[in-house]
């Protein structure tokens, strides 16, 4: 049976960096950036003869300086290559926040992962990422997203990777994305019809920052939860467009504020300042406040810790 739509995740995600596993002195700056959340990448960015070395290195820095106020999640390779089986060992050992399974086709790829995980006795909080970066994963992303939301599944977030979508099916790299937006708006829907966040694909031009702000406006205006990066120049920029904006929190604040009222008690739509608001959407500003609420925890929290 599926979960309902509003199960989304209330954690941060506007910034996801991806980090290679193969470089240590990158691991250990995760702690002084200010993303959301970090991948952990064994896959892409790691060559095949330092895949075992990669492995080495993020256990060493999972049992070192915990990384506070972020999600941790490590990407592994495909569990049809070489390296996948032991990436999931390790991922049973070191128990990050979530696994990111590339190359997402169809449900069964991530009920094997789910398998695994139970059979590991991993803790029900290791929740499973999913990549949609393949043809056939976008056709099937409601599928999929309907099969990961049954009673005792693990998946979490979709992640869209277009690198290897525009190698897939020849679409050229332009501004505006005009040519991927139609299967953008697919993840969206589906994501969205099942209580999933959706993450956008990084830009890859890291020095081109006003085509990254272009394009996480667009991302947002197209409804993804926040954007993968792939160095940290783009934290900000993520960061400002992803997360709620005064007019947004204080129309929120005041949603909460009249469903709290004792009138509105067995009321599902009621009148908000001239617009008729449902139930539903209280709990869509309650996820806005809290998530309010913890920007502006960290950033009080960064003050203390710059003093």
Same mark, same amino acid.
């Given at each position: 049976?599926?979960?309902?739509?509003?199960?989304?995740?209330?954690?941060?995600?506007?910034?996801?960096?991806?980090?290679?596993?193969?470089?240590?002195?990158?691991?250990?700056?995760?702690?002084?950036?200010?993303?959301?959340?970090?991948?952990?990448?064994?896959?892409?960015?790691?060559?095949?003869?330092?895949?075992?070395?990669?492995?080495?290195?993020?256990?060493?820095?999972?049992?070192?300086?915990?990384?506070?106020?972020?999600?941790?999640?490590?990407?592994?390779?495909?569990?049809?290559?070489?390296?996948?089986?032991?990436?999931?060992?390790?991922?049973?050992?070191?128990?990050?926040?979530?696994?990111?399974? !590339?190359?997402?086709? #169809? /449900?069964?790829?991530?009920?094997?992962?789910? @398998?695994?995980? &139970?059979? *590991?006795? =991993?803790?029900?909080?290791?929740?499973?990422?999913?990549?949609?970066?393949?043809?056939?994963?976008?056709?099937?992303?409601?599928?999929?997203?309907?099969?990961?939301?049954?009673?005792?599944?693990?998946?979490?977030?979709?992640?869209?990777?277009?690198?290897?979508?525009?190698?897939?099916?020849?679409?050229?790299?332009?501004?505006?994305?005009?040519?991927?937006?139609?299967?953008?708006?697919?993840?969206?829907?589906?994501?969205?019809?099942?209580?999933?966040?959706?993450?956008?694909?990084?830009?890859?031009?890291?020095?081109?920052?006003?085509?990254?702000?272009?394009?996480?406006?667009?991302?947002?205006?197209?409804?993804?939860?926040?954007?993968?990066?792939?160095? !940290?120049?783009?934290? #900000? /920029?993520?960061?400002?467009?992803?997360?709620? @904006?005064?007019? &947004?929190? *204080?129309? =929120?604040?005041?949603?909460?504020?009249?469903?709290?009222?004792?009138?509105?008690?067995?009321?599902?739509?009621?009148?908000?300042?001239?617009?008729?608001?449902?139930?539903?959407?209280?709990?869509?500003?309650?996820?806005?406040?809290?998530?309010?609420?913890?920007?502006?925890?960290?950033?009080?929290?960064?003050?203390?810790?710059?003093?």
């Amino acid at each position: 049976m599926s979960q309902s739509p509003l199960t989304r995740s209330m954690n941060l995600r506007r910034s996801v960096l991806s980090v290679p596993a193969i470089n240590p002195r990158a691991l250990e700056k995760t702690h002084q950036l200010d993303c959301d959340a970090v991948i952990f990448d064994l896959e892409d960015s790691v060559a095949p003869e330092k895949k075992a070395e990669a492995r080495d290195n993020l256990a060493t820095f999972f049992q070192g300086k915990p990384l506070a106020g972020k999600e941790r999640i490590i990407r592994i390779n495909g569990l049809d290559t070489n390296w996948g089986r032991a990436d999931m060992e390790l991922v049973s050992v070191l128990e990050p926040d979530a696994v990111l399974l !590339p190359k997402v086709n #169809e /449900p069964q790829d991530v009920m094997s992962v789910g @398998d695994l995980l &139970a059979d *590991a006795d =991993a803790p029900d909080e290791l929740r499973i990422w999913a990549m949609i970066e393949t043809p056939r994963g976008i056709l099937n992303a409601a599928a999929i997203a309907e099969a990961g939301r049954t009673a005792g599944s693990r998946l979490d977030c979709f992640v869209v990777g277009l690198n290897d979508l525009r190698k897939e099916t020849g679409v050229l790299p332009q501004p505006g994305r005009q040519y991927l937006v139609p299967w953008l708006m697919q993840v969206i829907l589906a994501v969205r019809a099942y209580g999933l966040c959706a993450i956008d694909s990084v830009f890859n031009d890291f020095k081109d920052i006003d085509g990254f702000d272009t394009e996480c406006a667009e991302a947002r205006a197209m409804g993804f939860d926040g954007k993968m990066l792939i160095h !940290p120049a783009q934290i #900000e /920029p993520a960061n400002r467009h992803f997360g709620p @904006d005064a007019s &947004a929190i *204080a129309e =929120a604040q005041a949603i909460m504020k009249a469903f709290a009222d004792p009138a509105t008690d067995g009321l599902n739509v009621i009148n908000v300042g001239g617009r008729m608001i449902e139930r539903l959407h209280l709990v869509q500003a309650e996820t806005l406040v809290h998530k309010a609420r913890l920007i502006a925890e960290r950033q009080k929290a960064k003050g203390q810790t710059a003093n």
